[in-house]
């Protein structure tokens, strides 16, 4: 997460949509800069407006803009299980080493999910149940327009690295289990739908 102050903006950091990448290039603009722990990096919406929304705003005695990325659910999906497949850091029981997609899809619709395939829910973690959301709300696979909108706001040039990209691996989906998948989670496609205008 990156609060700029003097521009009165805010950045929350989806999982898994270039986020390390977003904090490496503008950390060294940003007023407040949480990047560890996870828990604390990847603050949701839902925590950002009940719990910094109000100081912030207090201290400022302005609102702030919200902003954050998000990524296509297959795709997010995709990159969490190559993610978790790499070979050194990852605890035994986070692991997809060894798993295919279909698995980690099928483990991902089970309730309970194992752990490897705990990964949340963009929508959850953009879209409240109760309150605000987000501000804007940027597509992934439109990364150059949500750093333009960047450049205008920050009145500089921003250059992305290329930072924890997931290794590369195989995606096939069997059919019915994508059906599934987008029946089941409907709320993140309809979300990402949106965007796409």
């Not at 270039?18 to 996870?38: D, M, Y």
């Amino acid at each position: 997460m990156l609060v700029f102050w003097k521009q009165r903006l805010v950045y929350l950091a989806t999982p898994k949509t270039g986020s390390t990448a977003i904090e490496a290039a503008l950390e060294s603009l940003a007023s407040v800069v949480i990047q560890r722990p996870p828990e604390l990096k990847h603050t949701s919406v839902h925590r950002y407006w009940r719990y910094l929304a109000p100081y912030l705003e207090k201290a400022a005695d302005e609102d702030f803009m919200v902003v954050a990325v998000m990524r296509e659910p297959l795709d997010w999906l995709g990159s969490w299980f190559r993610y978790r497949q790499r070979h050194t850091g990852m605890r035994a029981e986070r692991s997809t080493h060894g798993m295919t997609f279909d698995t980690f899809v099928a483990d991902y619709l089970s309730d309970p999910q194992p752990e490897h395939a705990n990964v949340g829910r963009q929508s959850r973690f953009l879209v409240p149940d109760k309150g605000p959301g987000v501000d804007r709300l940027f597509r992934y696979d439109d990364m150059d327009g949500f750093v333009h909108f960047l450049e205008g706001r920050l009145d500089c040039e921003i250059s992305l690295p290329r930072l924890n990209v997931s290794p590369s691996g195989a995606l096939d989906l069997d059919p019915a289990l994508e059906a599934r998948l987008r029946k089941e989670y409907w709320r993140d496609f309809a979300l990402y739908d949106t965007l796409k205008s």
